[in-house]
């Protein structure tokens, strides 16, 4: 089992930026694929980005893809999700996924391990 926890959520200016992070804890970080959603008020859970346990591989969804950039430090259990030119509609609760062997990746149900969220706030 692994334990994840997100940092780095707050409130930004539209046109900025913020660094999450998901410190992951328990069995080997290295061994999981891990996994960006996000949910905001009124609306479904949504895939964000996503990155293979080597880290060689990335996936992103369209709506993000060119401004968020997902990357991980095996050394440091860590996963992060760096977000640039960031829009109001980026506004959502952001939420940090493993798994050890994830096919459907943009499926909220193919990840086992979930963080409890961080808020972004993006104000026009």
């Known amino acids: 089992q692994v334990q994840l926890v997100e940092s780095g959520g707050g409130l930004v200016q539209a046109g900025g930026s913020l660094r999450l992070s998901c410190a992951a804890s328990?069995?080997?970080?290295?061994?999981?694929?891990m996994g960006w959603f996000r949910q905001a008020p009124g609306k479904e859970r949504e895939f964000v980005a996503a990155?293979?346990?080597?880290?060689?591989?990335?996936y992103y969804a369209d709506s993000v893809k060119g401004r968020f950039t997902i990357s991980r430090d095996n050394a440091k259990n860590t996963a992060y999700l760096q977000m640039n030119s960031l829009k109001p509609e980026d506004t959502a609760v952001y939420y940090c996924a493993a798994d050890s062997s994830v096919l459907q990746f943009t499926t909220e149900g193919a990840w086992d391990y979930w963080g409890q969220g961080t808020q972004v706030t993006v104000s026009s």
């Open positions: 328990g069995r080997t970080f290295r061994a999981y694929d």
């Open positions: 990155i293979r346990r080597s880290g060689g591989s990335t």
